[in-house]
């Protein structure tokens, strides 16, 4: 088979069929970029181009209440600023791991409801100057288009509210955390709907909701199945009218979810978190052909790139199996890896993924 660009490949896996490879679809820590420059890769290539690797497009809007972001403190080791969200994070700039939460504005519906009142639509929530230098371009160099769109439960309780705050409102009032979810997607929905008219189409819609963490989740199937799912379901029927893949995000160990998230129509899932308690190829075993599985591989290999080969040859060739898979990290790939190194998993990927 001849080589097939980015978007023809990951099309034919969403259609769960095979391709010329696999595509490698992935993302480093910043940290790991900086890495990479100092061991020769150059400052002016994007990292997918001097490897060799599958490329996708995203673009985002602005949903947020729009509070003030402005930097607190700044040193060469962090920075403490305030977000759109109304968060205070503490950013750490050179190591590979999340920012840290420092406090929140909205924390009682009294504050959900001033937020909420600044959230309404406007065109100046979409980069409208992104979107018109690059689009021709990306669709020129057969990139996959993801539209990103943002709401529900992880973003929640991460970006605006704090997640002990937010996981007791699920208990105590409920449908506060509901109004919260279907208030960022109608304005997604609103804004995405602007911009799909405006004629800039895209090929998927997407979203991180992470449900889990290290072998459970933060709340139990009947609340899943009552609060949130339904807003899932919204999303995804907005995008299979539009005739676009639907994919969704969600580190930990979702397990028992992932029937429900099939029964909505969610089309690929990411990261499938291996550290957590995931077992890619079980899930590929039991819902491979009606799920893409993107990652899969376990990061903690990531330290020592024996162990990364040995379990990419233990993976990747019954992942590959009748298409519906993408080669990525079970989260993103960390500073551990070396330009050297990250060269020869490159290589060993496109050899076992082959077709």
């Known amino acids: 088979m001849k080589e097939l660009t980015s978007y023809e490949r990951m099309k034919r896996m969403y259609d769960h069929k095979e391709a010329?490879?696999?595509?490698?679809?992935?993302?480093?820590?910043?940290?790991?970029?900086?890495?990479?420059?100092?061991?020769?890769?150059?400052?002016n290539v994007e990292w997918q181009d001097y490897f060799g690797v599958d490329k996708a497009a995203g673009f985002g809007v602005d949903n947020s209440p729009r509070y003030e972001s402005k930097t607190i403190e700044e040193n060469d080791e962090y920075r403490i600023f305030t977000t759109n969200w109304?968060?205070?994070?503490?950013?750490?700039?050179?190591?590979?791991?999340?920012?840290?939460f420092l406090s929140f504005r909205v924390d009682s519906r009294e504050t959900w409801?001033?937020?909420?009142?600044?959230?309404?639509?406007?065109?100046?929530?979409?980069d409208w100057?992104?979107?018109?230098?690059?689009?021709?371009?990306?669709?020129?160099d057969?990139?996959?288009?993801?539209?990103?769109f943002w709401f529900g439960f992880d973003v929640a309780h991460s970006w605006m509210v704090g997640t002990e705050r937010f996981l007791m409102w699920m208990v105590e009032d409920p449908e506060l955390c509901v109004d919260i979810?279907?208030?960022y997607l109608?304005?997604?929905?609103?804004?995405?709907?602007?911009?799909?008219?405006?004629?800039?189409?895209?090929?998927?819609?997407?979203?991180?909701?992470?449900m889990g963490y290290k072998q459970n989740q933060f709340f139990s199937l009947s609340m899943y199945r009552e609060l949130l799912k339904p807003v899932h379901k919204r999303a995804a029927d907005w995008g299979h009218q539009k005739g676009v893949k639907v994919s969704m995000h969600s580190c930990g160990d979702i397990n028992p979810l992932i029937p429900e998230l099939i029964e909505i129509g969610i089309d690929c899932l990411h990261?499938?978190?291996?550290?957590?308690?995931?077992?890619?190829?079980?899930?590929?075993?039991?819902?491979?052909?009606?799920?893409?599985?993107h990652g899969g591989i376990n990061v903690l290999s990531y330290s020592n790139p024996d162990t990364l080969r040995a379990e990419m040859r233990r993976v990747v060739p019954e992942m590959k199996k009748g298409g519906g898979y993408i080669f990525g990290s079970d989260h993103s790939i960390p500073s551990d890896l070396s330009l050297k190194d990250m060269k020869e998993i490159v290589a060993l990927c496109k050899e076992i993924g082959k077709y």
């Open 20 to 43: 010329d490879r696999i595509p490698f679809l992935d993302n480093p820590w910043n940290s790991t970029l900086e890495r990479w420059h100092k061991e020769g890769m150059p400052e």
């Open 86 to 100: 109304g968060a205070t994070m503490k950013d750490f700039k050179h190591s590979a791991t999340v920012p840290e």
């Open 113 to 126: 409801n001033e937020a909420k009142e600044r959230m309404k639509p406007s065109d100046d929530r979409i």
């Open 129 to 140: 100057d992104k979107l018109k230098k690059n689009y021709r371009q990306w669709k020129k």
């Open 142 to 148: 057969g990139l996959w288009i993801g539209a990103a």
């Open 181 to 183: 979810f279907n208030t």
């Open 186 to 210: 109608d304005l997604d929905l609103i804004l995405f709907q602007k911009i799909w008219d405006a004629g800039y189409k895209f090929d998927s819609i997407g979203w991180p909701d992470d």
């Open 271 to 293: 990261p499938i978190e291996v550290k957590a308690g995931m077992d890619p190829i079980h899930i590929k075993k039991t819902y491979g052909d009606k799920l893409v599985l």
